[in-house]
């Protein structure tokens, strides 16, 4: 643990941290963080670093919760046991109890809940680190988180905290001035200045509260500077994203049957060119075959021409037999004569 500083404002009118007593700790938002949740945020305010997520409006479980009339908000502040310097023992504790119902107040009016009858708004809030001004850091969240999942508001809730030290009003205290300031009141309020939160811890003037709140007010306009833009800058990212996705996935869908009726084309060419190269071939060889098979044909009537001079031959020599025989015959003749 620090020890308690000497000063808190030096003399050029500078707090510890170097800021003005106006001026808010730098705020980095980023939305959509949470592919799961139907809104989500992820939120650092000076040291500070906190995820919202929010689900709903889904069904209510326990039933006996819901309303006829309207949707329930359910909030759930949760710090984590590495979020501070000493480990946080896990699970609720009185503290995060008080901070809950707090913030569920801070933000349920803003919430068109009668838009939604017997259902939920979750959220949920998970301190990663904290430095002072958790419970501020994560109604601006919440409040991205609620926008991002598309529930129906009245308005933005912004928040931070105005406190006393030295006897010196500061907006947005960090972990010294809160620890061991004489004053921090938290406030969370609307564009339009509706307080929906204020707690005190410590002691104010009458003046000093008037003044303090003053500067609340204009330290809330600058948180929600910070969300308005976030949630602009996301939505259109997101927006040039789905149009480039769309027009993707229009490509996508045309280059197929361009690719196909391509291909198709391609393909049915080769086709004709081989079909044509083959009906060529075919011809020729038929040509050639015929050519051969004439030239064939002259050669066998040549071949049956010798084969029919060949047989000839032998009729000769039937008639040599025959008059062979004719000598026998007449041999016999003459034997017969002789006996
Ligand atoms: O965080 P916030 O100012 O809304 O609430 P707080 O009760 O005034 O707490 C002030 C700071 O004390 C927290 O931001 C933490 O940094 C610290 N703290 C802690 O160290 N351990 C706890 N169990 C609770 C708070």
New binding site residues.
């Given amino acids: 643990m620090n020890d308690k500083p000497e000063k808190f404002i030096d003399n050029n009118g500078l707090r510890l941290d170097g800021r003005k007593a106006d001026q808010i700790r730098d705020i980095k938002i980023e939305v959509g963080v949470l592919s799961r949740a139907d809104g989500s945020c992820y939120l650092e305010m000076g040291n500070?670093k906190v995820i919202a997520a929010v689900y709903g409006p889904r069904e209510v479980h326990p039933r006996h919760q819901q309303k006829s009339t309207k949707a329930i908000v359910r909030y759930k502040y949760n710090?984590a046991s590495f979020?501070?310097?000493?480990r946080?023992r896990p699970g609720p504790?009185r503290?995060s109890i008080e901070?809950s119902k707090v913030s569920r107040e801070a933000l349920e009016d803003m919430i068109f809940t009668e838009y939604f009858p017997k259902s939920a708004i979750d959220i949920f809030v998970e301190?990663l680190q904290?430095?002072?001004?958790?419970?501020?850091?994560?109604l601006n969240a919440a409040s991205v988180a609620l926008a991002d999942a598309g529930i129906p508001m009245r308005g933005l809730v912004s928040a931070c905290?105005v406190g006393k030290v030295d006897e010196t009003l500061v907006v947005d205290?960090n972990?010294d001035e809160?620890?061991y300031g004489q004053a921090?009141m938290?406030i969370a309020m609307t564009p339009d200045g509706k307080i929906t939160l204020l707690q005190m811890?410590g002691n104010f003037t009458l003046e000093q509260f008037k003044q303090g709140l003053e500067m609340a007010q204009e330290g809330c306009r600058q948180v929600y500077e910070f969300q308005r833009k976030a949630l602009l800058d996301y939505y259109a990212k997101k927006e040039e994203t789905e149009e480039v996705a769309v027009i993707e996935e229009v490509l996508q869908e045309e280059a197929p049957e361009e690719v196909v009726e391509e291909s198709i084309a391609e393909e049915m060419e080769e086709i004709e060119e081989d079909e044509a190269e083959e009906v060529k071939a075919a011809e020729a060889e038929s040509d050639q075959e015929i050519e051969e098979d004439s030239s064939e044909t002259y050669e066998t009537s040549d071949t049956v021409e010798e084969e029919a001079t060949e047989t000839e031959e032998p009729e000769d020599e039937d008639e040599e037999k025959e008059e062979d025989e004719s000598t026998i015959d007449e041999s016999d003749d003459e034997r017969e004569v002789s006996q």
């Fill in positions: 500070n710090m979020s501070v310097e000493d946080k504790d503290r901070v301190i904290a430095d002072a001004g958790t419970r501020t850091a994560a905290a205290l972990k809160d620890n921090d938290p811890d």
